[in-house]
C-alpha cells in the first residue's frame, strides 16, 4: 500500500496542471464615464503573441419575442451556427449588413431550416427588416477567455494562465463602428480586478 503513495502524488499533480493550477481569475468592471455600470459589455482577453484555439460553441439561439431580439448581445466563438426562432406571432425579416457576417433571413415564422455561420471575428449588428426597433449585436470572438457584464457592470474570465494578454472591452452604446478598447494586461498566479471607463454616446445600460 505505501508503494502506492508516489503514483498517487503524481497523478494528482498531473490532474493540478490539466485543470488550470496557477491560472488567474480576471475581473472587469465596465462603466460609463460617469460611473454608472454597463450591462452586456463584452470582455476579452487575447495573447500578445499568437493566439489560442478555440471551438464553435453549440445551442446559441437568438429569439425574437415580442418583436425583440433575445438576448440583444450575444458572445460566440469564431465558427459558431446560430440559429434564430421566431417566437412572435408575426413574420420576422432578420437581416445583418456587417462585414463580419452578411445574411438575410427573409419574411419567416417558426425557425428557420439552416443555422447561420458565424465564421470571422467582429461584431455583426442585426436588424429586422420589418420591425425597425428590432436590433441587436452578435460579438464573435476568436479566443476562448470572454465573458459579458452582469447589471453591476462586472465580468469574470477564470482559468487564465500567466502570461501578456489585451485586455479589450466594448459595448453597444460606444460610437457606431467603434472598436473595442484595448489595454495591455500582465496576468500572473494571483486574481485581478480591473476597471474599465468607456466613452459612450448612446444608450447606457
Given at each position: ?113 439552416s443555422p ?23 460579438v464573435v ?65
Open positions: 500500500m505505501p508503494r502506492r503513495l508516489p503514483l498517487l502524488a503524481t497523478v494528482l499533480a498531473l490532474a493540478a496542471t490539466c485543470f488550470g493550477a496557477g491560472a488567474a481569475s480576471v475581473s472587469v468592471v465596465v462603466s460609463d464615464a460617469g460611473g454608472k455600470p454597463l450591462t452586456d459589455a463584452v470582455v476579452m482577453l487575447e495573447p500578445a503573441a499568437g493566439r489560442l484555439p478555440v471551438a464553435p460553441m453549440a445551442g446559441v439561439q437568438i429569439a425574437q419575442v415580442k418583436r425583440q431580439f433575445a438576448p440583444q448581445v450575444s458572445v460566440v466563438t469564431v465558427g459558431t451556427p446560430v440559429t434564430f426562432p421566431n417566437n412572435d406571432t408575426v413574420r420576422h425579416h432578420v437581416y445583418s449588413f456587417s462585414p463580419v457576417k452578411t445574411f438575410e433571413l427573409k419574411l419567416y415564422a417558426g425557425a428557420p431550416n447561420v455561420v458565424f465564421d470571422k471575428p467582429g461584431i455583426a449588428v442585426l436588424g429586422c427588416n420589418i420591425h425597425d426597433q428590432m436590433v441587436a449585436w452578435v470572438v476568436d479566443t476562448p477567455f470572454f465573458a459579458r457584464s452582469a447589471a453591476s457592470g462586472r465580468a469574470q474570465i477564470d482559468g487564465v494562465p500567466p502570461g501578456s494578454y489585451q485586455l479589450r472591452v466594448w459595448h453597444s452604446a460606444l460610437a457606431e463602428g467603434s472598436p473595442p478598447t484595448s489595454t495591455a494586461l500582465s496576468v500572473g498566479s494571483a486574481d485581478i480586478e480591473q476597471r474599465a471607463a468607456l466613452n459612450t454616446v448612446g444608450r447606457s445600460r
